[in-house]
């Protein structure tokens, strides 16, 4: 399960909304601060997101091993409809016309306050798809609480890894931070669709086998 959890949110990172709005905090005046309630506000959120919809279910016992498997292929279903629809071009799994900080950068510079940025945080983590999959298993696998906590632990921990490594980088050397995020950036450009692709369809690929094994 937690392979599964971290290749999911390991193709969360590359979101291009995140990348612009860590780049437009860390070319303002005190970036230090605006990065600390950037991340800490989006973390509280997706992990209260999580944990609620995990809590909500723990009276929920999947006994049967049949329920366990239809669980898991159905998450597989999901993720492999997710992965053709970026190989045909319905769903974009790249935002090229997007500079670093674009427009997301263009309108935190009219009024760029903590409090902006702590409204960032979630605004550009809204959980998606691969998070609500990634719950499902979670959830499906009757882990203990121990596990489910550490699972939900680590795609949180994952999914914020640039905004993490930025505020971190940021401590000690503010410009070393921006170029890496520039980096980052444009590499995400170059090959989002691919990190998507490959997340969608190795993880939907897995769940659906070991699902259709557990028949």
């Not at 306050?113 to 959980?127: D, F, N, Q, W």
Request: net charge neutral; proline share 3%; aromatic share 6%.
């Amino acid at each position: 399960m937690i392979i599964e959890v971290f290749a999911l949110a390991l193709a969360s990172t590359v979101r291009p909304t995140s990348v612009a709005a860590v780049y437009a905090l860390l070319s303002q005046d005190g970036p230090r601060r605006l990065m600390g309630a950037y991340v800490a506000a989006g973390l509280a959120f997706t992990l209260a997101f999580g944990a609620i919809v995990v809590g909500a279910t723990q009276g929920i016992h999947i006994q049967s091993g049949t329920d366990k498997a239809i669980a898991d292929i159905a998450g597989g279903v999901v993720a492999l409809a997710f992965g053709i629809g970026v190989l045909s071009g319905l769903i974009q799994g790249r935002h090229s016309g997007d500079a670093p900080g674009g427009r997301l950068q263009t309108a935190l510079d009219q009024h760029l306050t903590v409090r902006t940025a702590a409204l960032a945080g979630p605004a550009t983590h809204i959980p998606g798809l691969f998070y609500v999959i990634a719950l499902n298993l979670i959830i499906a696998h009757n882990a203990a609480f121990t596990d489910k906590a550490i699972a939900l632990v680590v795609y949180n921990a994952v999914w914020f890894a640039l905004p993490i490594v930025a505020l971190v980088t940021c401590i000690t050397d503010p410009d070393a931070a921006r170029q890496l995020v520039r980096a980052v950036e444009q590499w995400t450009r170059d090959h989002a669709r691919e990190i998507l692709l490959v997340a969608s369809f190795s993880v939907g690929t897995a769940l659906i086998t070991r699902g259709a094994l557990a028949l």
